[in-house]
């Protein structure tokens, strides 16, 4: 636990010390003398520039100031301060130390999670100049003329280069200038720039707003240049009825063509100026901009208003396209109109893009956006505009949790049964939603959470009362629920009617909605072309050097790829066991449903949407505005097709393979089929028409299936419930998992032998394994894993996780521990 300490008097000759969070996995904060002449300044959530070891530097957080030394150490000086106000809030120190304590990592590793790149730079940080920016260097002091110099001979320094070419430690408040002037960025940012989408709009030069002037130069262009004459008589035609005009659109109703809107650009005629723009426009955007409730959706408004009076959390229950978004809307303007901020976490930030421009246009400068795609610029911008409270609203990702909020009203966990809120590596392994719980409490704040497959802890909590509950049943504007139609691989596979992996019901659905010039997405949960390829003599399959999985062929790099390290190598025409030939792809992804069904349907436009497509932010969203602009027919897509898609003309969904989500050895397999079936289905027929729905599968008769098809969520939450709470599942029991990895699988099995045994001694039969997970090597390391399952009593837990500590703290002063990682994480699932 950090230190607590009275606030000292600024004596300017008294000796003051400093305990800060260094952005490191160490169990203990370290304590550095203040010099005199820093007295005055140093606080509580100030950056200061320390020395950690023999030589390299570090950014860290004061996290308490008083006038002790340590005792078991020689303090050495604070470098630098780089910061005249706390840069980090009492509330999020408070907020790190709980989430370290929860779940069971340093607040080193939170710190480093919480902080952008840019405010905590360290010794071995990569800096690079800002090659979009148009330097002025007459401006530049000497020393940060030196560093752009020396970035322009080398295009990357590190922060130790730098204070060696500066002769002195104190290079950080330099590169804090740099940064903040857009000179420099820190490499890390260098991929995947986000280029916003601009365009040139055109405006008339005033001073031809006079009928007399105007008229005098259209007479004049008539003779010498009746293009341009065109041009402006387009113009003024369109500004009766348009605000916004851009020169696309001029050229095109002019006829006039580009080069004479620019010869008038020149004439100083017309103004040109470029500005950034949606890449997404909506036909339904005048619901938001403004928009009345729907009698269920004033009951349930009013619901949540009555609940929140009793409970800090309530779960909003609603089908997909309910009109869940519109309900958070109004919650929102309470809570502004109340002066207080609203956070609203979503799973998958760049596919809801949508909602993002929906709340900007009926919010406008009051919305903020925080996730990982942004670059570092862009994310201390929006830190500092939190800090300040520029922004009332923030839309975000999981990490959005850590922003530096002064007064939290309200947080929206929209989708709160996503898995993408948990964060699995690296520490600290938090789930996004339990962390916002935690977080609204702590500002005495309210959470809304919002789905239309609830998770079951969640729905659990509804029952018991703990939460508040609401539901919404029917969608939004009357549109019926989309019919689903359950077509078996097996029987069509018998009486040849399948065709590649498409069943002959699928195609007619698909040819009937490009005849009527609608859309369809399918969704296949596997990306890539084959997930095996094998020998047909001996069954040899190329594996991952550094994983114990099979490689996966993507026909668009001809190469075997890994999806656990990103290993690649060419993929093989001889099998190397048996010189065979006889080399097969087995099974099916993504990659080859858009191939193949090219093949099928020559005249469709297919795109896909999976990892492999929208590694960059910028390809995304040009993948989403041709979708939304009806450039694309098809979507072929994982997983991501069912998170937050939201468009007019989709009315056919295909699901090319239930039976991949459907037969997961895990106890949750059921719950996330049911969610990801229900989510998927749902993106049909959001506007008006019923949409179709075709789920091919082998095992027509599974229960799940039928629950997807009849929408009974509490037949499947009932069902599944019972089994969970026989075998000691959550949401009846709490599990802890611990990772041990090695480099070699004999230590790693001895190493967790040992900690199990460890473990019993207190747990007894709570601690199950340890055993070899699905996947046992990743990038070189072996696994072995423990489970332990704990009654759901906070106490106990508690218990559990200081005996957890001391036993894994026991096992690394042991010689047998030389060389493991063990890895704690709390609800891992």
Not at 25 to 42: D, G
Not at 345 to 364: D, K, V, W
Not at 409 to 428: M, W
Not at 797 to 802: C, G, H, R, T, Y
Request: hydrophobic content about 40%; charged content about 25%.
């Amino acid at each position: 636990m950090m230190l607590e300490f009275a606030e000292p008097s600024r004596a300017d000759r008294e000796t003051f010390f400093v305990e800060v969070i260094l952005p490191l996995a160490i169990a203990k904060n370290y304590t550095y003398r203040v010099p005199f002449e820093m007295n005055a300044a140093v606080a509580v959530g100030k950056r200061v520039v320390v020395q950690f070891g023999k030589s390299k530097l570090y950014t860290a957080i004061i996290a308490a100031v008083g006038n002790l030394a340590p005792e078991k150490y020689e303090a050495k000086y604070v470098i630098e301060l780089l910061d005249d106000r706390p840069l980090v809030t009492a509330a999020q120190l408070q907020f790190w130390q709980w989430m370290a304590d929860y779940y069971m990592c340093t607040i080193g590793e939170v710190m480093n999670a919480a902080l952008p790149s840019a405010l905590k730079l360290a010794s071995e940080t990569r800096i690079i100049l800002n090659k979009g920016f148009e330097i002025d260097r007459s401006a530049l002091h000497d020393k940060e003329y030196l560093i752009v110099e020396a970035l322009d001979i080398q295009p990357e320094l590190t922060v130790s280069d730098i204070v060696k070419l500066l002769g002195q430690k104190t290079v950080m408040p330099i590169l804090k200038v740099l940064f903040e002037k857009n000179i420099i960025h820190i490499s890390e940012d260098i991929s995947e720039k986000y280029k916003p989408r601009t365009r040139t709009f055109i405006t008339l030069n005033p001073v031809y707003h006079q009928q007399e002037s105007l008229k005098e130069l259209f007479l004049i262009l008539e003779k010498r240049a009746p293009k341009q004459a065109d041009a402006v008589l387009a113009y003024i035609k369109m500004a009766r009825h348009q605000k916004a005009i851009t020169k696309n659109e001029l050229a095109e109703e002019s006829g006039a063509g580009a080069s004479s809107i620019n010869s008038l650009v020149e004439k100083d005629v017309f103004i040109a100026e470029e500005k950034n723009v949606s890449r997404l426009f909506y036909e339904d955007q005048s619901i938001f901009d403004s928009f009345d409730l729907s009698e269920q959706q004033t009951g349930v408004l009013n619901q949540v208003g009555k609940e929140f009076k009793q409970k800090d959390v309530v779960l909003l229950h609603g089908v997909t396209s309910s009109g869940k978004t519109q309900i958070y809307i109004r919650l929102i303007e309470e809570m502004m109109s109340a002066g207080r901020q609203v956070l609203y976490l979503l799973p998958e930030i760049a596919l809801t893009t949508h909602i993002i421009e929906r709340l900007r246009q009926y919010f406008g400068a009051n919305i903020g956006i925080y996730h990982s795609r942004f670059n570092d610029n862009e994310r201390v911008e929006v830190w500092q505009k939190v800090l300040n409270s520029d922004y009332k609203v923030i839309l975000g990702a999981r990490s959005s949790v850590f922003l530096p909020f002064h007064d939290l009203g309200l947080i929206i966990v929209d989708e709160e049964h996503e898995t993408s809120y948990k964060q699995y590596d690296p520490a600290p392994r938090y789930n996004a939603r339990d962390a916002a719980i935690f977080l609204a409490n702590m500002h005495k704040g309210k959470v809304l959470l919002g789905s239309a497959t609830p998770s079951f802890e969640s729905y659990y909590n509804a029952r018991l009362h703990k939460y508040g509950f609401a539901e919404l049943t029917e969608r939004y504007g009357g549109v019926k629920m989309p019919e689903i139609e359950v077509v078996s691989i097996a029987e069509e596979t018998k009486q040849k009617t399948i065709q590649s992996h498409f069943t002959s019901v699928l195609l007619a659905d698909i040819r009937e909605a490009l005849e009527n010039k609608e859309q369809v997405i399918l969704f296949q949960n596997r990306r890539g072309y084959a997930p095996v390829l094998m020998c047909k003599i001996c069954a040899y399959t190329p594996k991952c050097i550094n994983c114990d999985v099979s490689l996966t062929f993507h026909k668009s790099s001809g190469k075997l790829h890994c999806h656990y390290c990103g290993y690649k190598e060419d993929a093989p025409n001889i099998c190397p066991a048996c010189g065979s030939t006889h080399l097969e792809y087995k099974g099916f992804g993504t990659e080859k449903v858009e191939d193949e069904l090219a093949l099928i349907l020559p005249e469709a436009r297919i795109a896909r949407m999976d990892l492999d497509t929208t590694r960059s932010r910028n390809s995304l969203q040009l993948l989403l505005n041709n979708l939304e602009e009806k450039k694309i027919d098809i979507l072929v897509g994982t997983q991501m097709v069912a998170k937050g898609l939201d468009f007019s003309d989709v009315t056919v969904i295909g699901i090319i393979n239930a039976d991949s989500l459907l037969k997961f050895p895990d106890y949750r397999a059921n719950e996330r089929s049911y969610q990801m079936l229900s989510q998927v289905s749902g993106r049909a027929g959001r506007r008006g028409k019923q949409g179709k729905v075709v789920i091919q599968t082998y095992d027509t008769t599974h229960r799940v299936i039928r629950q997807v098809i009849e929408s009974d969520y509490t037949d499947l939450y009932f069902t599944e419930m019972e089994e969970r709470r026989s075998f000691k599942y959550p949401p009846f029991y709490r599990i802890i998992s611990l990772d041990v990895k090695h480099k070699d699988p004999e230590m790693v099995s001895n190493q967790s032998i040992y900690l199990a045994k460890e473990l019993r001694k207190h747990f007894g039969d709570r601690v199950i394994g340890p055993e070899y997970p699905l996947v046992s090597r990743i990038r070189n390391y072996y696994i072995m894993s423990i489970m332990l399952k704990f009654e759901k009593e906070a106490d106990s837990i508690n218990k559990a996780k200081v005996i957890i500590r001391e036993v894994i703290t026991q096992f690394q002063t042991t010689k047998l521990s030389k060389g493991s990682i063990v890895q704690p994480d709390v609800d891992p699932y």
